[in-house]
């Protein structure tokens, strides 16, 4: 399989892209913005119900009050 990097464009000056199944809000924006270097990299972004799917690996949500 090759890398998304291998394939998606070259954008002068980006900061990071994402290839992503939903549209992004602008708070997941923010949040990715926090998640990713600024090295013009592409990531793969895929939202599910129950988890979120990062370059391959599988984060699943929890509820933050229910933490311990």
């Known amino acids: ?3 998304i990097n ?3 464009p070259k954008v ?3 900061k990071w892209g994402a ?5 992004p809000t ?4 923010e949040e990715m913005n ?3 270097p600024s ?6 972004v895929f939202e599910e119900k129950e988890s979120v799917t990062i370059d ?13």
Not at 19 to 23: S, Y
Not at 26 to 29: P, R, T, W
Not at 39 to 44: L, V
Not at 57 to 64: A, L, S, T
């Open 19 to 23: 290839l992503m199944n939903k549209a």
């Open 34 to 36: 926090k998640i990713f």
């Open 56 to 68: 391959g690996k599988e984060i699943h949500k929890k509820d933050p009050t229910k933490w311990t």
């Open 6 to 8: 291998d394939i998606m």
């Open 12 to 14: 002068p000056n980006m």
């Open 26 to 29: 602008n708070e997941k924006v």
């Open 39 to 44: 090295n013009g990299k592409w990531h793969t």
């Open 1 to 3: 399989m090759k890398d």
